[in-house]
Each structure stands twice: as structure tokens, then as C-alpha cells.
């Protein structure tokens, strides 16, 4: 299995930004699909945004135009790019890789938008 690691989570104000980066263990070249999900307390686990290995992307409708998803398959990296930042943001967030009839999870790295 791929091990996936992500950073970049953090405290941030409303109207603010951050780059989360999920880092695999090995090549994403092949991955079917990558994504970015995240979950609050007491909620199940939702869709942020995933990227297919030919790049074609979609969005939760709360982050459209907010958020970016991107992957650089040289340093075997996935990033999710988020703008304008909302206290309806905060949650943790996790990365998750599609390859074959498998799905693999990091641990999670945790946003708060707060003053």
C-alpha cells in the first residue's frame, strides 16, 4: 500500500489562505484518482476536490472557485490550494489515492478558520 502524509494544515483567519500537500510514498503516475476529502465531529467524511491522472478535476460546490486541487507527478505530490478561507472550512482534512480496486488514506492534518 502507498503510504500518504499530509502538511500544511494550521490556524488561519477568515479571508485567509493555505496549501495543503499530500505526499505519497511512491509514484502517483498511475493513480486512477487523487482527492482531498474532509471531516468535522460528529459528520460523515465529505468530498473537497479530486484530480484524475489525466488531470480532469472536480469540486464540492462550497469550495468552487476557492479552492485549486493539483498534483506534480515528479515529486509525487498532491496540493489543494485554499482561498478565501470561511469558519465553515474548518475541519480535517485527508488525502486519498485511487489505484486499482484500492483506496488509501492519510491520517489527516487539521484546518481551523477562526479569528
Known amino acids: 500500500q502507498v503510504q500518504l502524509v499530509e502538511s500544511g494544515g494550521g490556524l488561519v483567519q477568515p479571508g485567509g489562505s493555505l496549501r495543503l500537500s499530500c505526499a505519497a510514498s511512491r509514484s502517483i503516475f498511475s493513480f486512477n484518482r487523487m482527492g482531498w476529502y474532509r471531516q468535522t465531529p460528529g459528520k460523515e467524511r465529505e468530498l473537497v476536490a479530486t484530480i484524475s491522472s489525466g488531470g480532469a478535476t472536480n469540486y464540492a460546490d462550497s469550495v468552487k472557485g476557492r479552492f485549486t486541487i493539483s498534483r506534480d507527478n515528479t515529486k509525487n505530490t498532491v496540493y489543494l490550494q485554499m482561498n478565501s478561507l470561511k469558519p465553515e472550512d474548518t475541519a480535517t482534512y485527508y488525502c486519498?489515492?485511487?489505484?486499482?480496486?484500492?483506496?488509501?488514506w492519510g491520517q489527516g492534518t487539521q484546518v481551523t478558520v477562526s479569528l
Open positions: 486519498n489515492a485511487q489505484y486499482g480496486l484500492v483506496s488509501s
